[in-house]
């Protein structure tokens, strides 16, 4: 068949990419009736400044736009769109808009010359992505508005900082979702039969993931529905000896959900989980997916702790996910001892699984007892959630609770202690998760945190809008090693002399990699970045950048340039294990000139990459599929190869991004 779509002008294009990613069959809708409706020549106050949609009060600029308007009807309430698509016909151009109702001010005048300011209900608009429709085929136009309503509704990053990259909330209350590979002409309005419907599609993990979630969000699905359709899978054929599908699904899930606001979800999960684990086949899946659940959230909480990074606990989900979790994994190992304990005849393989199900133990307990009686508001929020109207029941945190310890009134984890929550069972693992610090993989644990940078978006503008690819890395701090055999010894979990031992032992282990003295990372309002390092302990030395945050944009640049410089220096970047790649921006520098500099695991600087400036002074991005990359990057360095830098002119040095 021949395909004659990039023959059509290109808003017909436009058009007919929209009838295909606006079919009802994408949507979920939980709370009421979803429509669509197109609103040909709407007026709008449109000004975009560093990738944000200007409110309209702050701007005199209009443009006009044919519009489609996706609105939730929930009961009782006026029907407003929650999703925008405007095409901008002279333009050439898509652009997708959400739209999220919010606690503002607004101004008024009182009396003639006097003017006040007034709380007030309002629409607040974000643009989440625009779409140049020139020479762009009629798949990428879908594809791309697919992956934009999807990024609308679900937040644009799994790190929600801003409120661009937090879901809707209409999203986080189990009310509305879209999925881009899901097809049909109804609406779905079951939440069990929507995960199915993904299950069974051609859809990506992280897709299924989301519909998952989605379930386990809307309160009116069963888990007991949700467990049969995880039980009954995607209906291939599987190993006995492999672990369950859902396993995956749950890791995934993990790793990119929001927990705020927090809601039943927590719960929800857990009791999924441990439902999952009641089948004798499904048992060891489940305590696997418990630990790496635990183990992952309790490195987060190293690096990005509720005193530094959360207003002394004001906004704290991770926290009380961590209680669920801690109690759901209990709850399996009591019923299931052999889960955990060690036997002299164990084979490595089953020693190392038992291990890391302890680590998970430990350091949820850690944590837990670490954070007993923290004074915390009502609810876990932040002033930039506080000011969302949330729908159902939910309810506003006094603001005052969010700045001020003293008007708190709640503390985190009242109620039983942490040893209580353990019981004899878990304080009987804790003896074995203590020896298990004999290993120093084990001790390093106490003190390996991850964190979160986005290097590619160094050279933006402060306050731009970053969607480049957002990587993560392990670290490791003595002082938090140290801290944390205090707190077992003062728990009751370590003697004093093992302590100190311990403590010795610490101090011999090899850290390997660089700190904050090898590079200097920029901090941009609005963006997660490796100067966090330093706002903690101070002392924490970074091992590595993961290799799955590096291999989901390393593919997409052509090396082949590097290989010409080094064959050995382009095996080992693409390969990307044991290797730091960090942004490097002195205060010294231009703010245009930030560079990536790229250490190999014994911190000895091996690249160094350089973003190209345009001639109107910044660096060109090209966005796909809601990533951002530097459309060229130079190559200034490479040392500790087979070869050097040879004497290839400065053209001969650019890396293109792949079409």
Known sequence: MIDVSHEMPAI??????????????????????????????????????????????????????????????AAGQESTPLILVL???????????????????????????????????????????????????????????????????????????????????????????????????????????????ALGATAELAEQARALEVALRDERCEIEHVATVL????????????????????????????????????????????????QPAATSAAADVFGYMLRRLC??????????????????????????????????????????????????????????????????AIL???????????????????????????????????TSLAARQRRLFEGPSTREVLGPTGNSCMAQCVRDLDDPRELAELGRGLFLDRPLGSAKEPGEVDRTPLLSYEA???????????????????????????LELSKLIDLRGITLRDFSPRERPGVVSLSDLGKGTGDFVLERTTRGSLISWLPRYDWSVLGRISAQAQSWLEAGRDLILVQHAPMSAP?????????????????????????????????????ELPERLSILMVAGFDRGMSQLAPGERLLELRD
């Open 12 to 73: 017909e294009r436009a058009r007919t990419a929209m009838d295909s990613a606006l079919q009802p069959g994408h949507f979920f809708a939980s709370a009421g009736q979803l429509s669509i409706e197109e609103r040909p020549q709407e007026n709008w106050r449109w000004e975009v400044l560093r990738g944000h949609l200007l409110d309209a009060a702050h701007t005199r600029e209009t443009a006009v736009f044919d519009a489609w308007h996706v609105a939730l009807d």
């Open 87 to 197: 095409l901008d016909a002279p333009g050439v151009k898509l652009h997708v808009v959400r739209r999220i109702l919010v606690h503002a001010f607004e101004a008024y005048e009182d009396s003639p010359g006097v003017i006040l300011s007034r709380p007030v209900e309002k629409w607040t608009a974000e643009l989440v992505s625009t779409i140049r429709l020139e020479h762009a085929t009629h798949d990428h136009v879908e594809a791309e508005l697919r992956h934009a309503l999807f990024w609308a509704i679900v937040g644009t990053s799994r790190l929600p900082i801003t409120s661009l990259e937090s879901p809707l909330p209409a999203y986080s209350f189990g009310q509305l979702a879209y999925l881009p590979s899901l097809r049909g002409k109804e609406f779905w309005h079951d939440a069990a039969k929507f995960l199915e419907a």
């Open 231 to 278: 039980a009954r899978g995607p209906g291939r054929e599987q190993n006995a000896a492999e672990q369950p599908f859902w396993a995956g699904l749950f890791r995934e899930l993990f790793q990119t959900v929001a927990l705020s606001p927090y809601t039943s979800f927590a719960d929800r999960l857990v009791a999924l989980l441990a439902r999952l684990g009641e």
């Open 299 to 364: 490195r987060h909480l190293t690096s990005f702790d509720l005193v530094t990074f959360h207003n002394y606990g004001a906004n704290y989900p991770d926290a009380l996910f961590l209680d669920a979790l801690l109690a759901g994994c209990l709850r399996l190992v009591r019923a299931n001892p052999e889960l955990i304990e060690s036997k002299d005849d164990d084979a490595p393989l089953v020693a190392r699984v038992k291990r890391l199900r302890r680590r998970g133990l430990r350091q949820g």
């Open 368 to 402: 837990r007892i670490q954070y007993e009686g923290l004074p915390v508001p009502d609810a876990p929020t932040s002033v930039g959630e506080n000011a969302r109207v949330l729908p159902g029941t939910a309810t506003r945190v006094p603001d005052e609770q969010i």
């Open 476 to 502: 490791v701090s003595p002082s938090i090693m140290a801290g944390r055999l205090a707190l077992l010894r003062r728990a009751g979990w370590l003697q004093a002399n093992e302590a100190a031992r311990l």
């Open 591 to 627: 703010l245009d000139r930030p560079t990536l500099r790229i250490y190999d695991r014994t911190g000895e600087l091996r690249v160094e990459l350089g973003f190209l400036v345009e001639h109107h002074g910044s660096v060109r991005y090209r966005e796909r599929q809601g990533l």
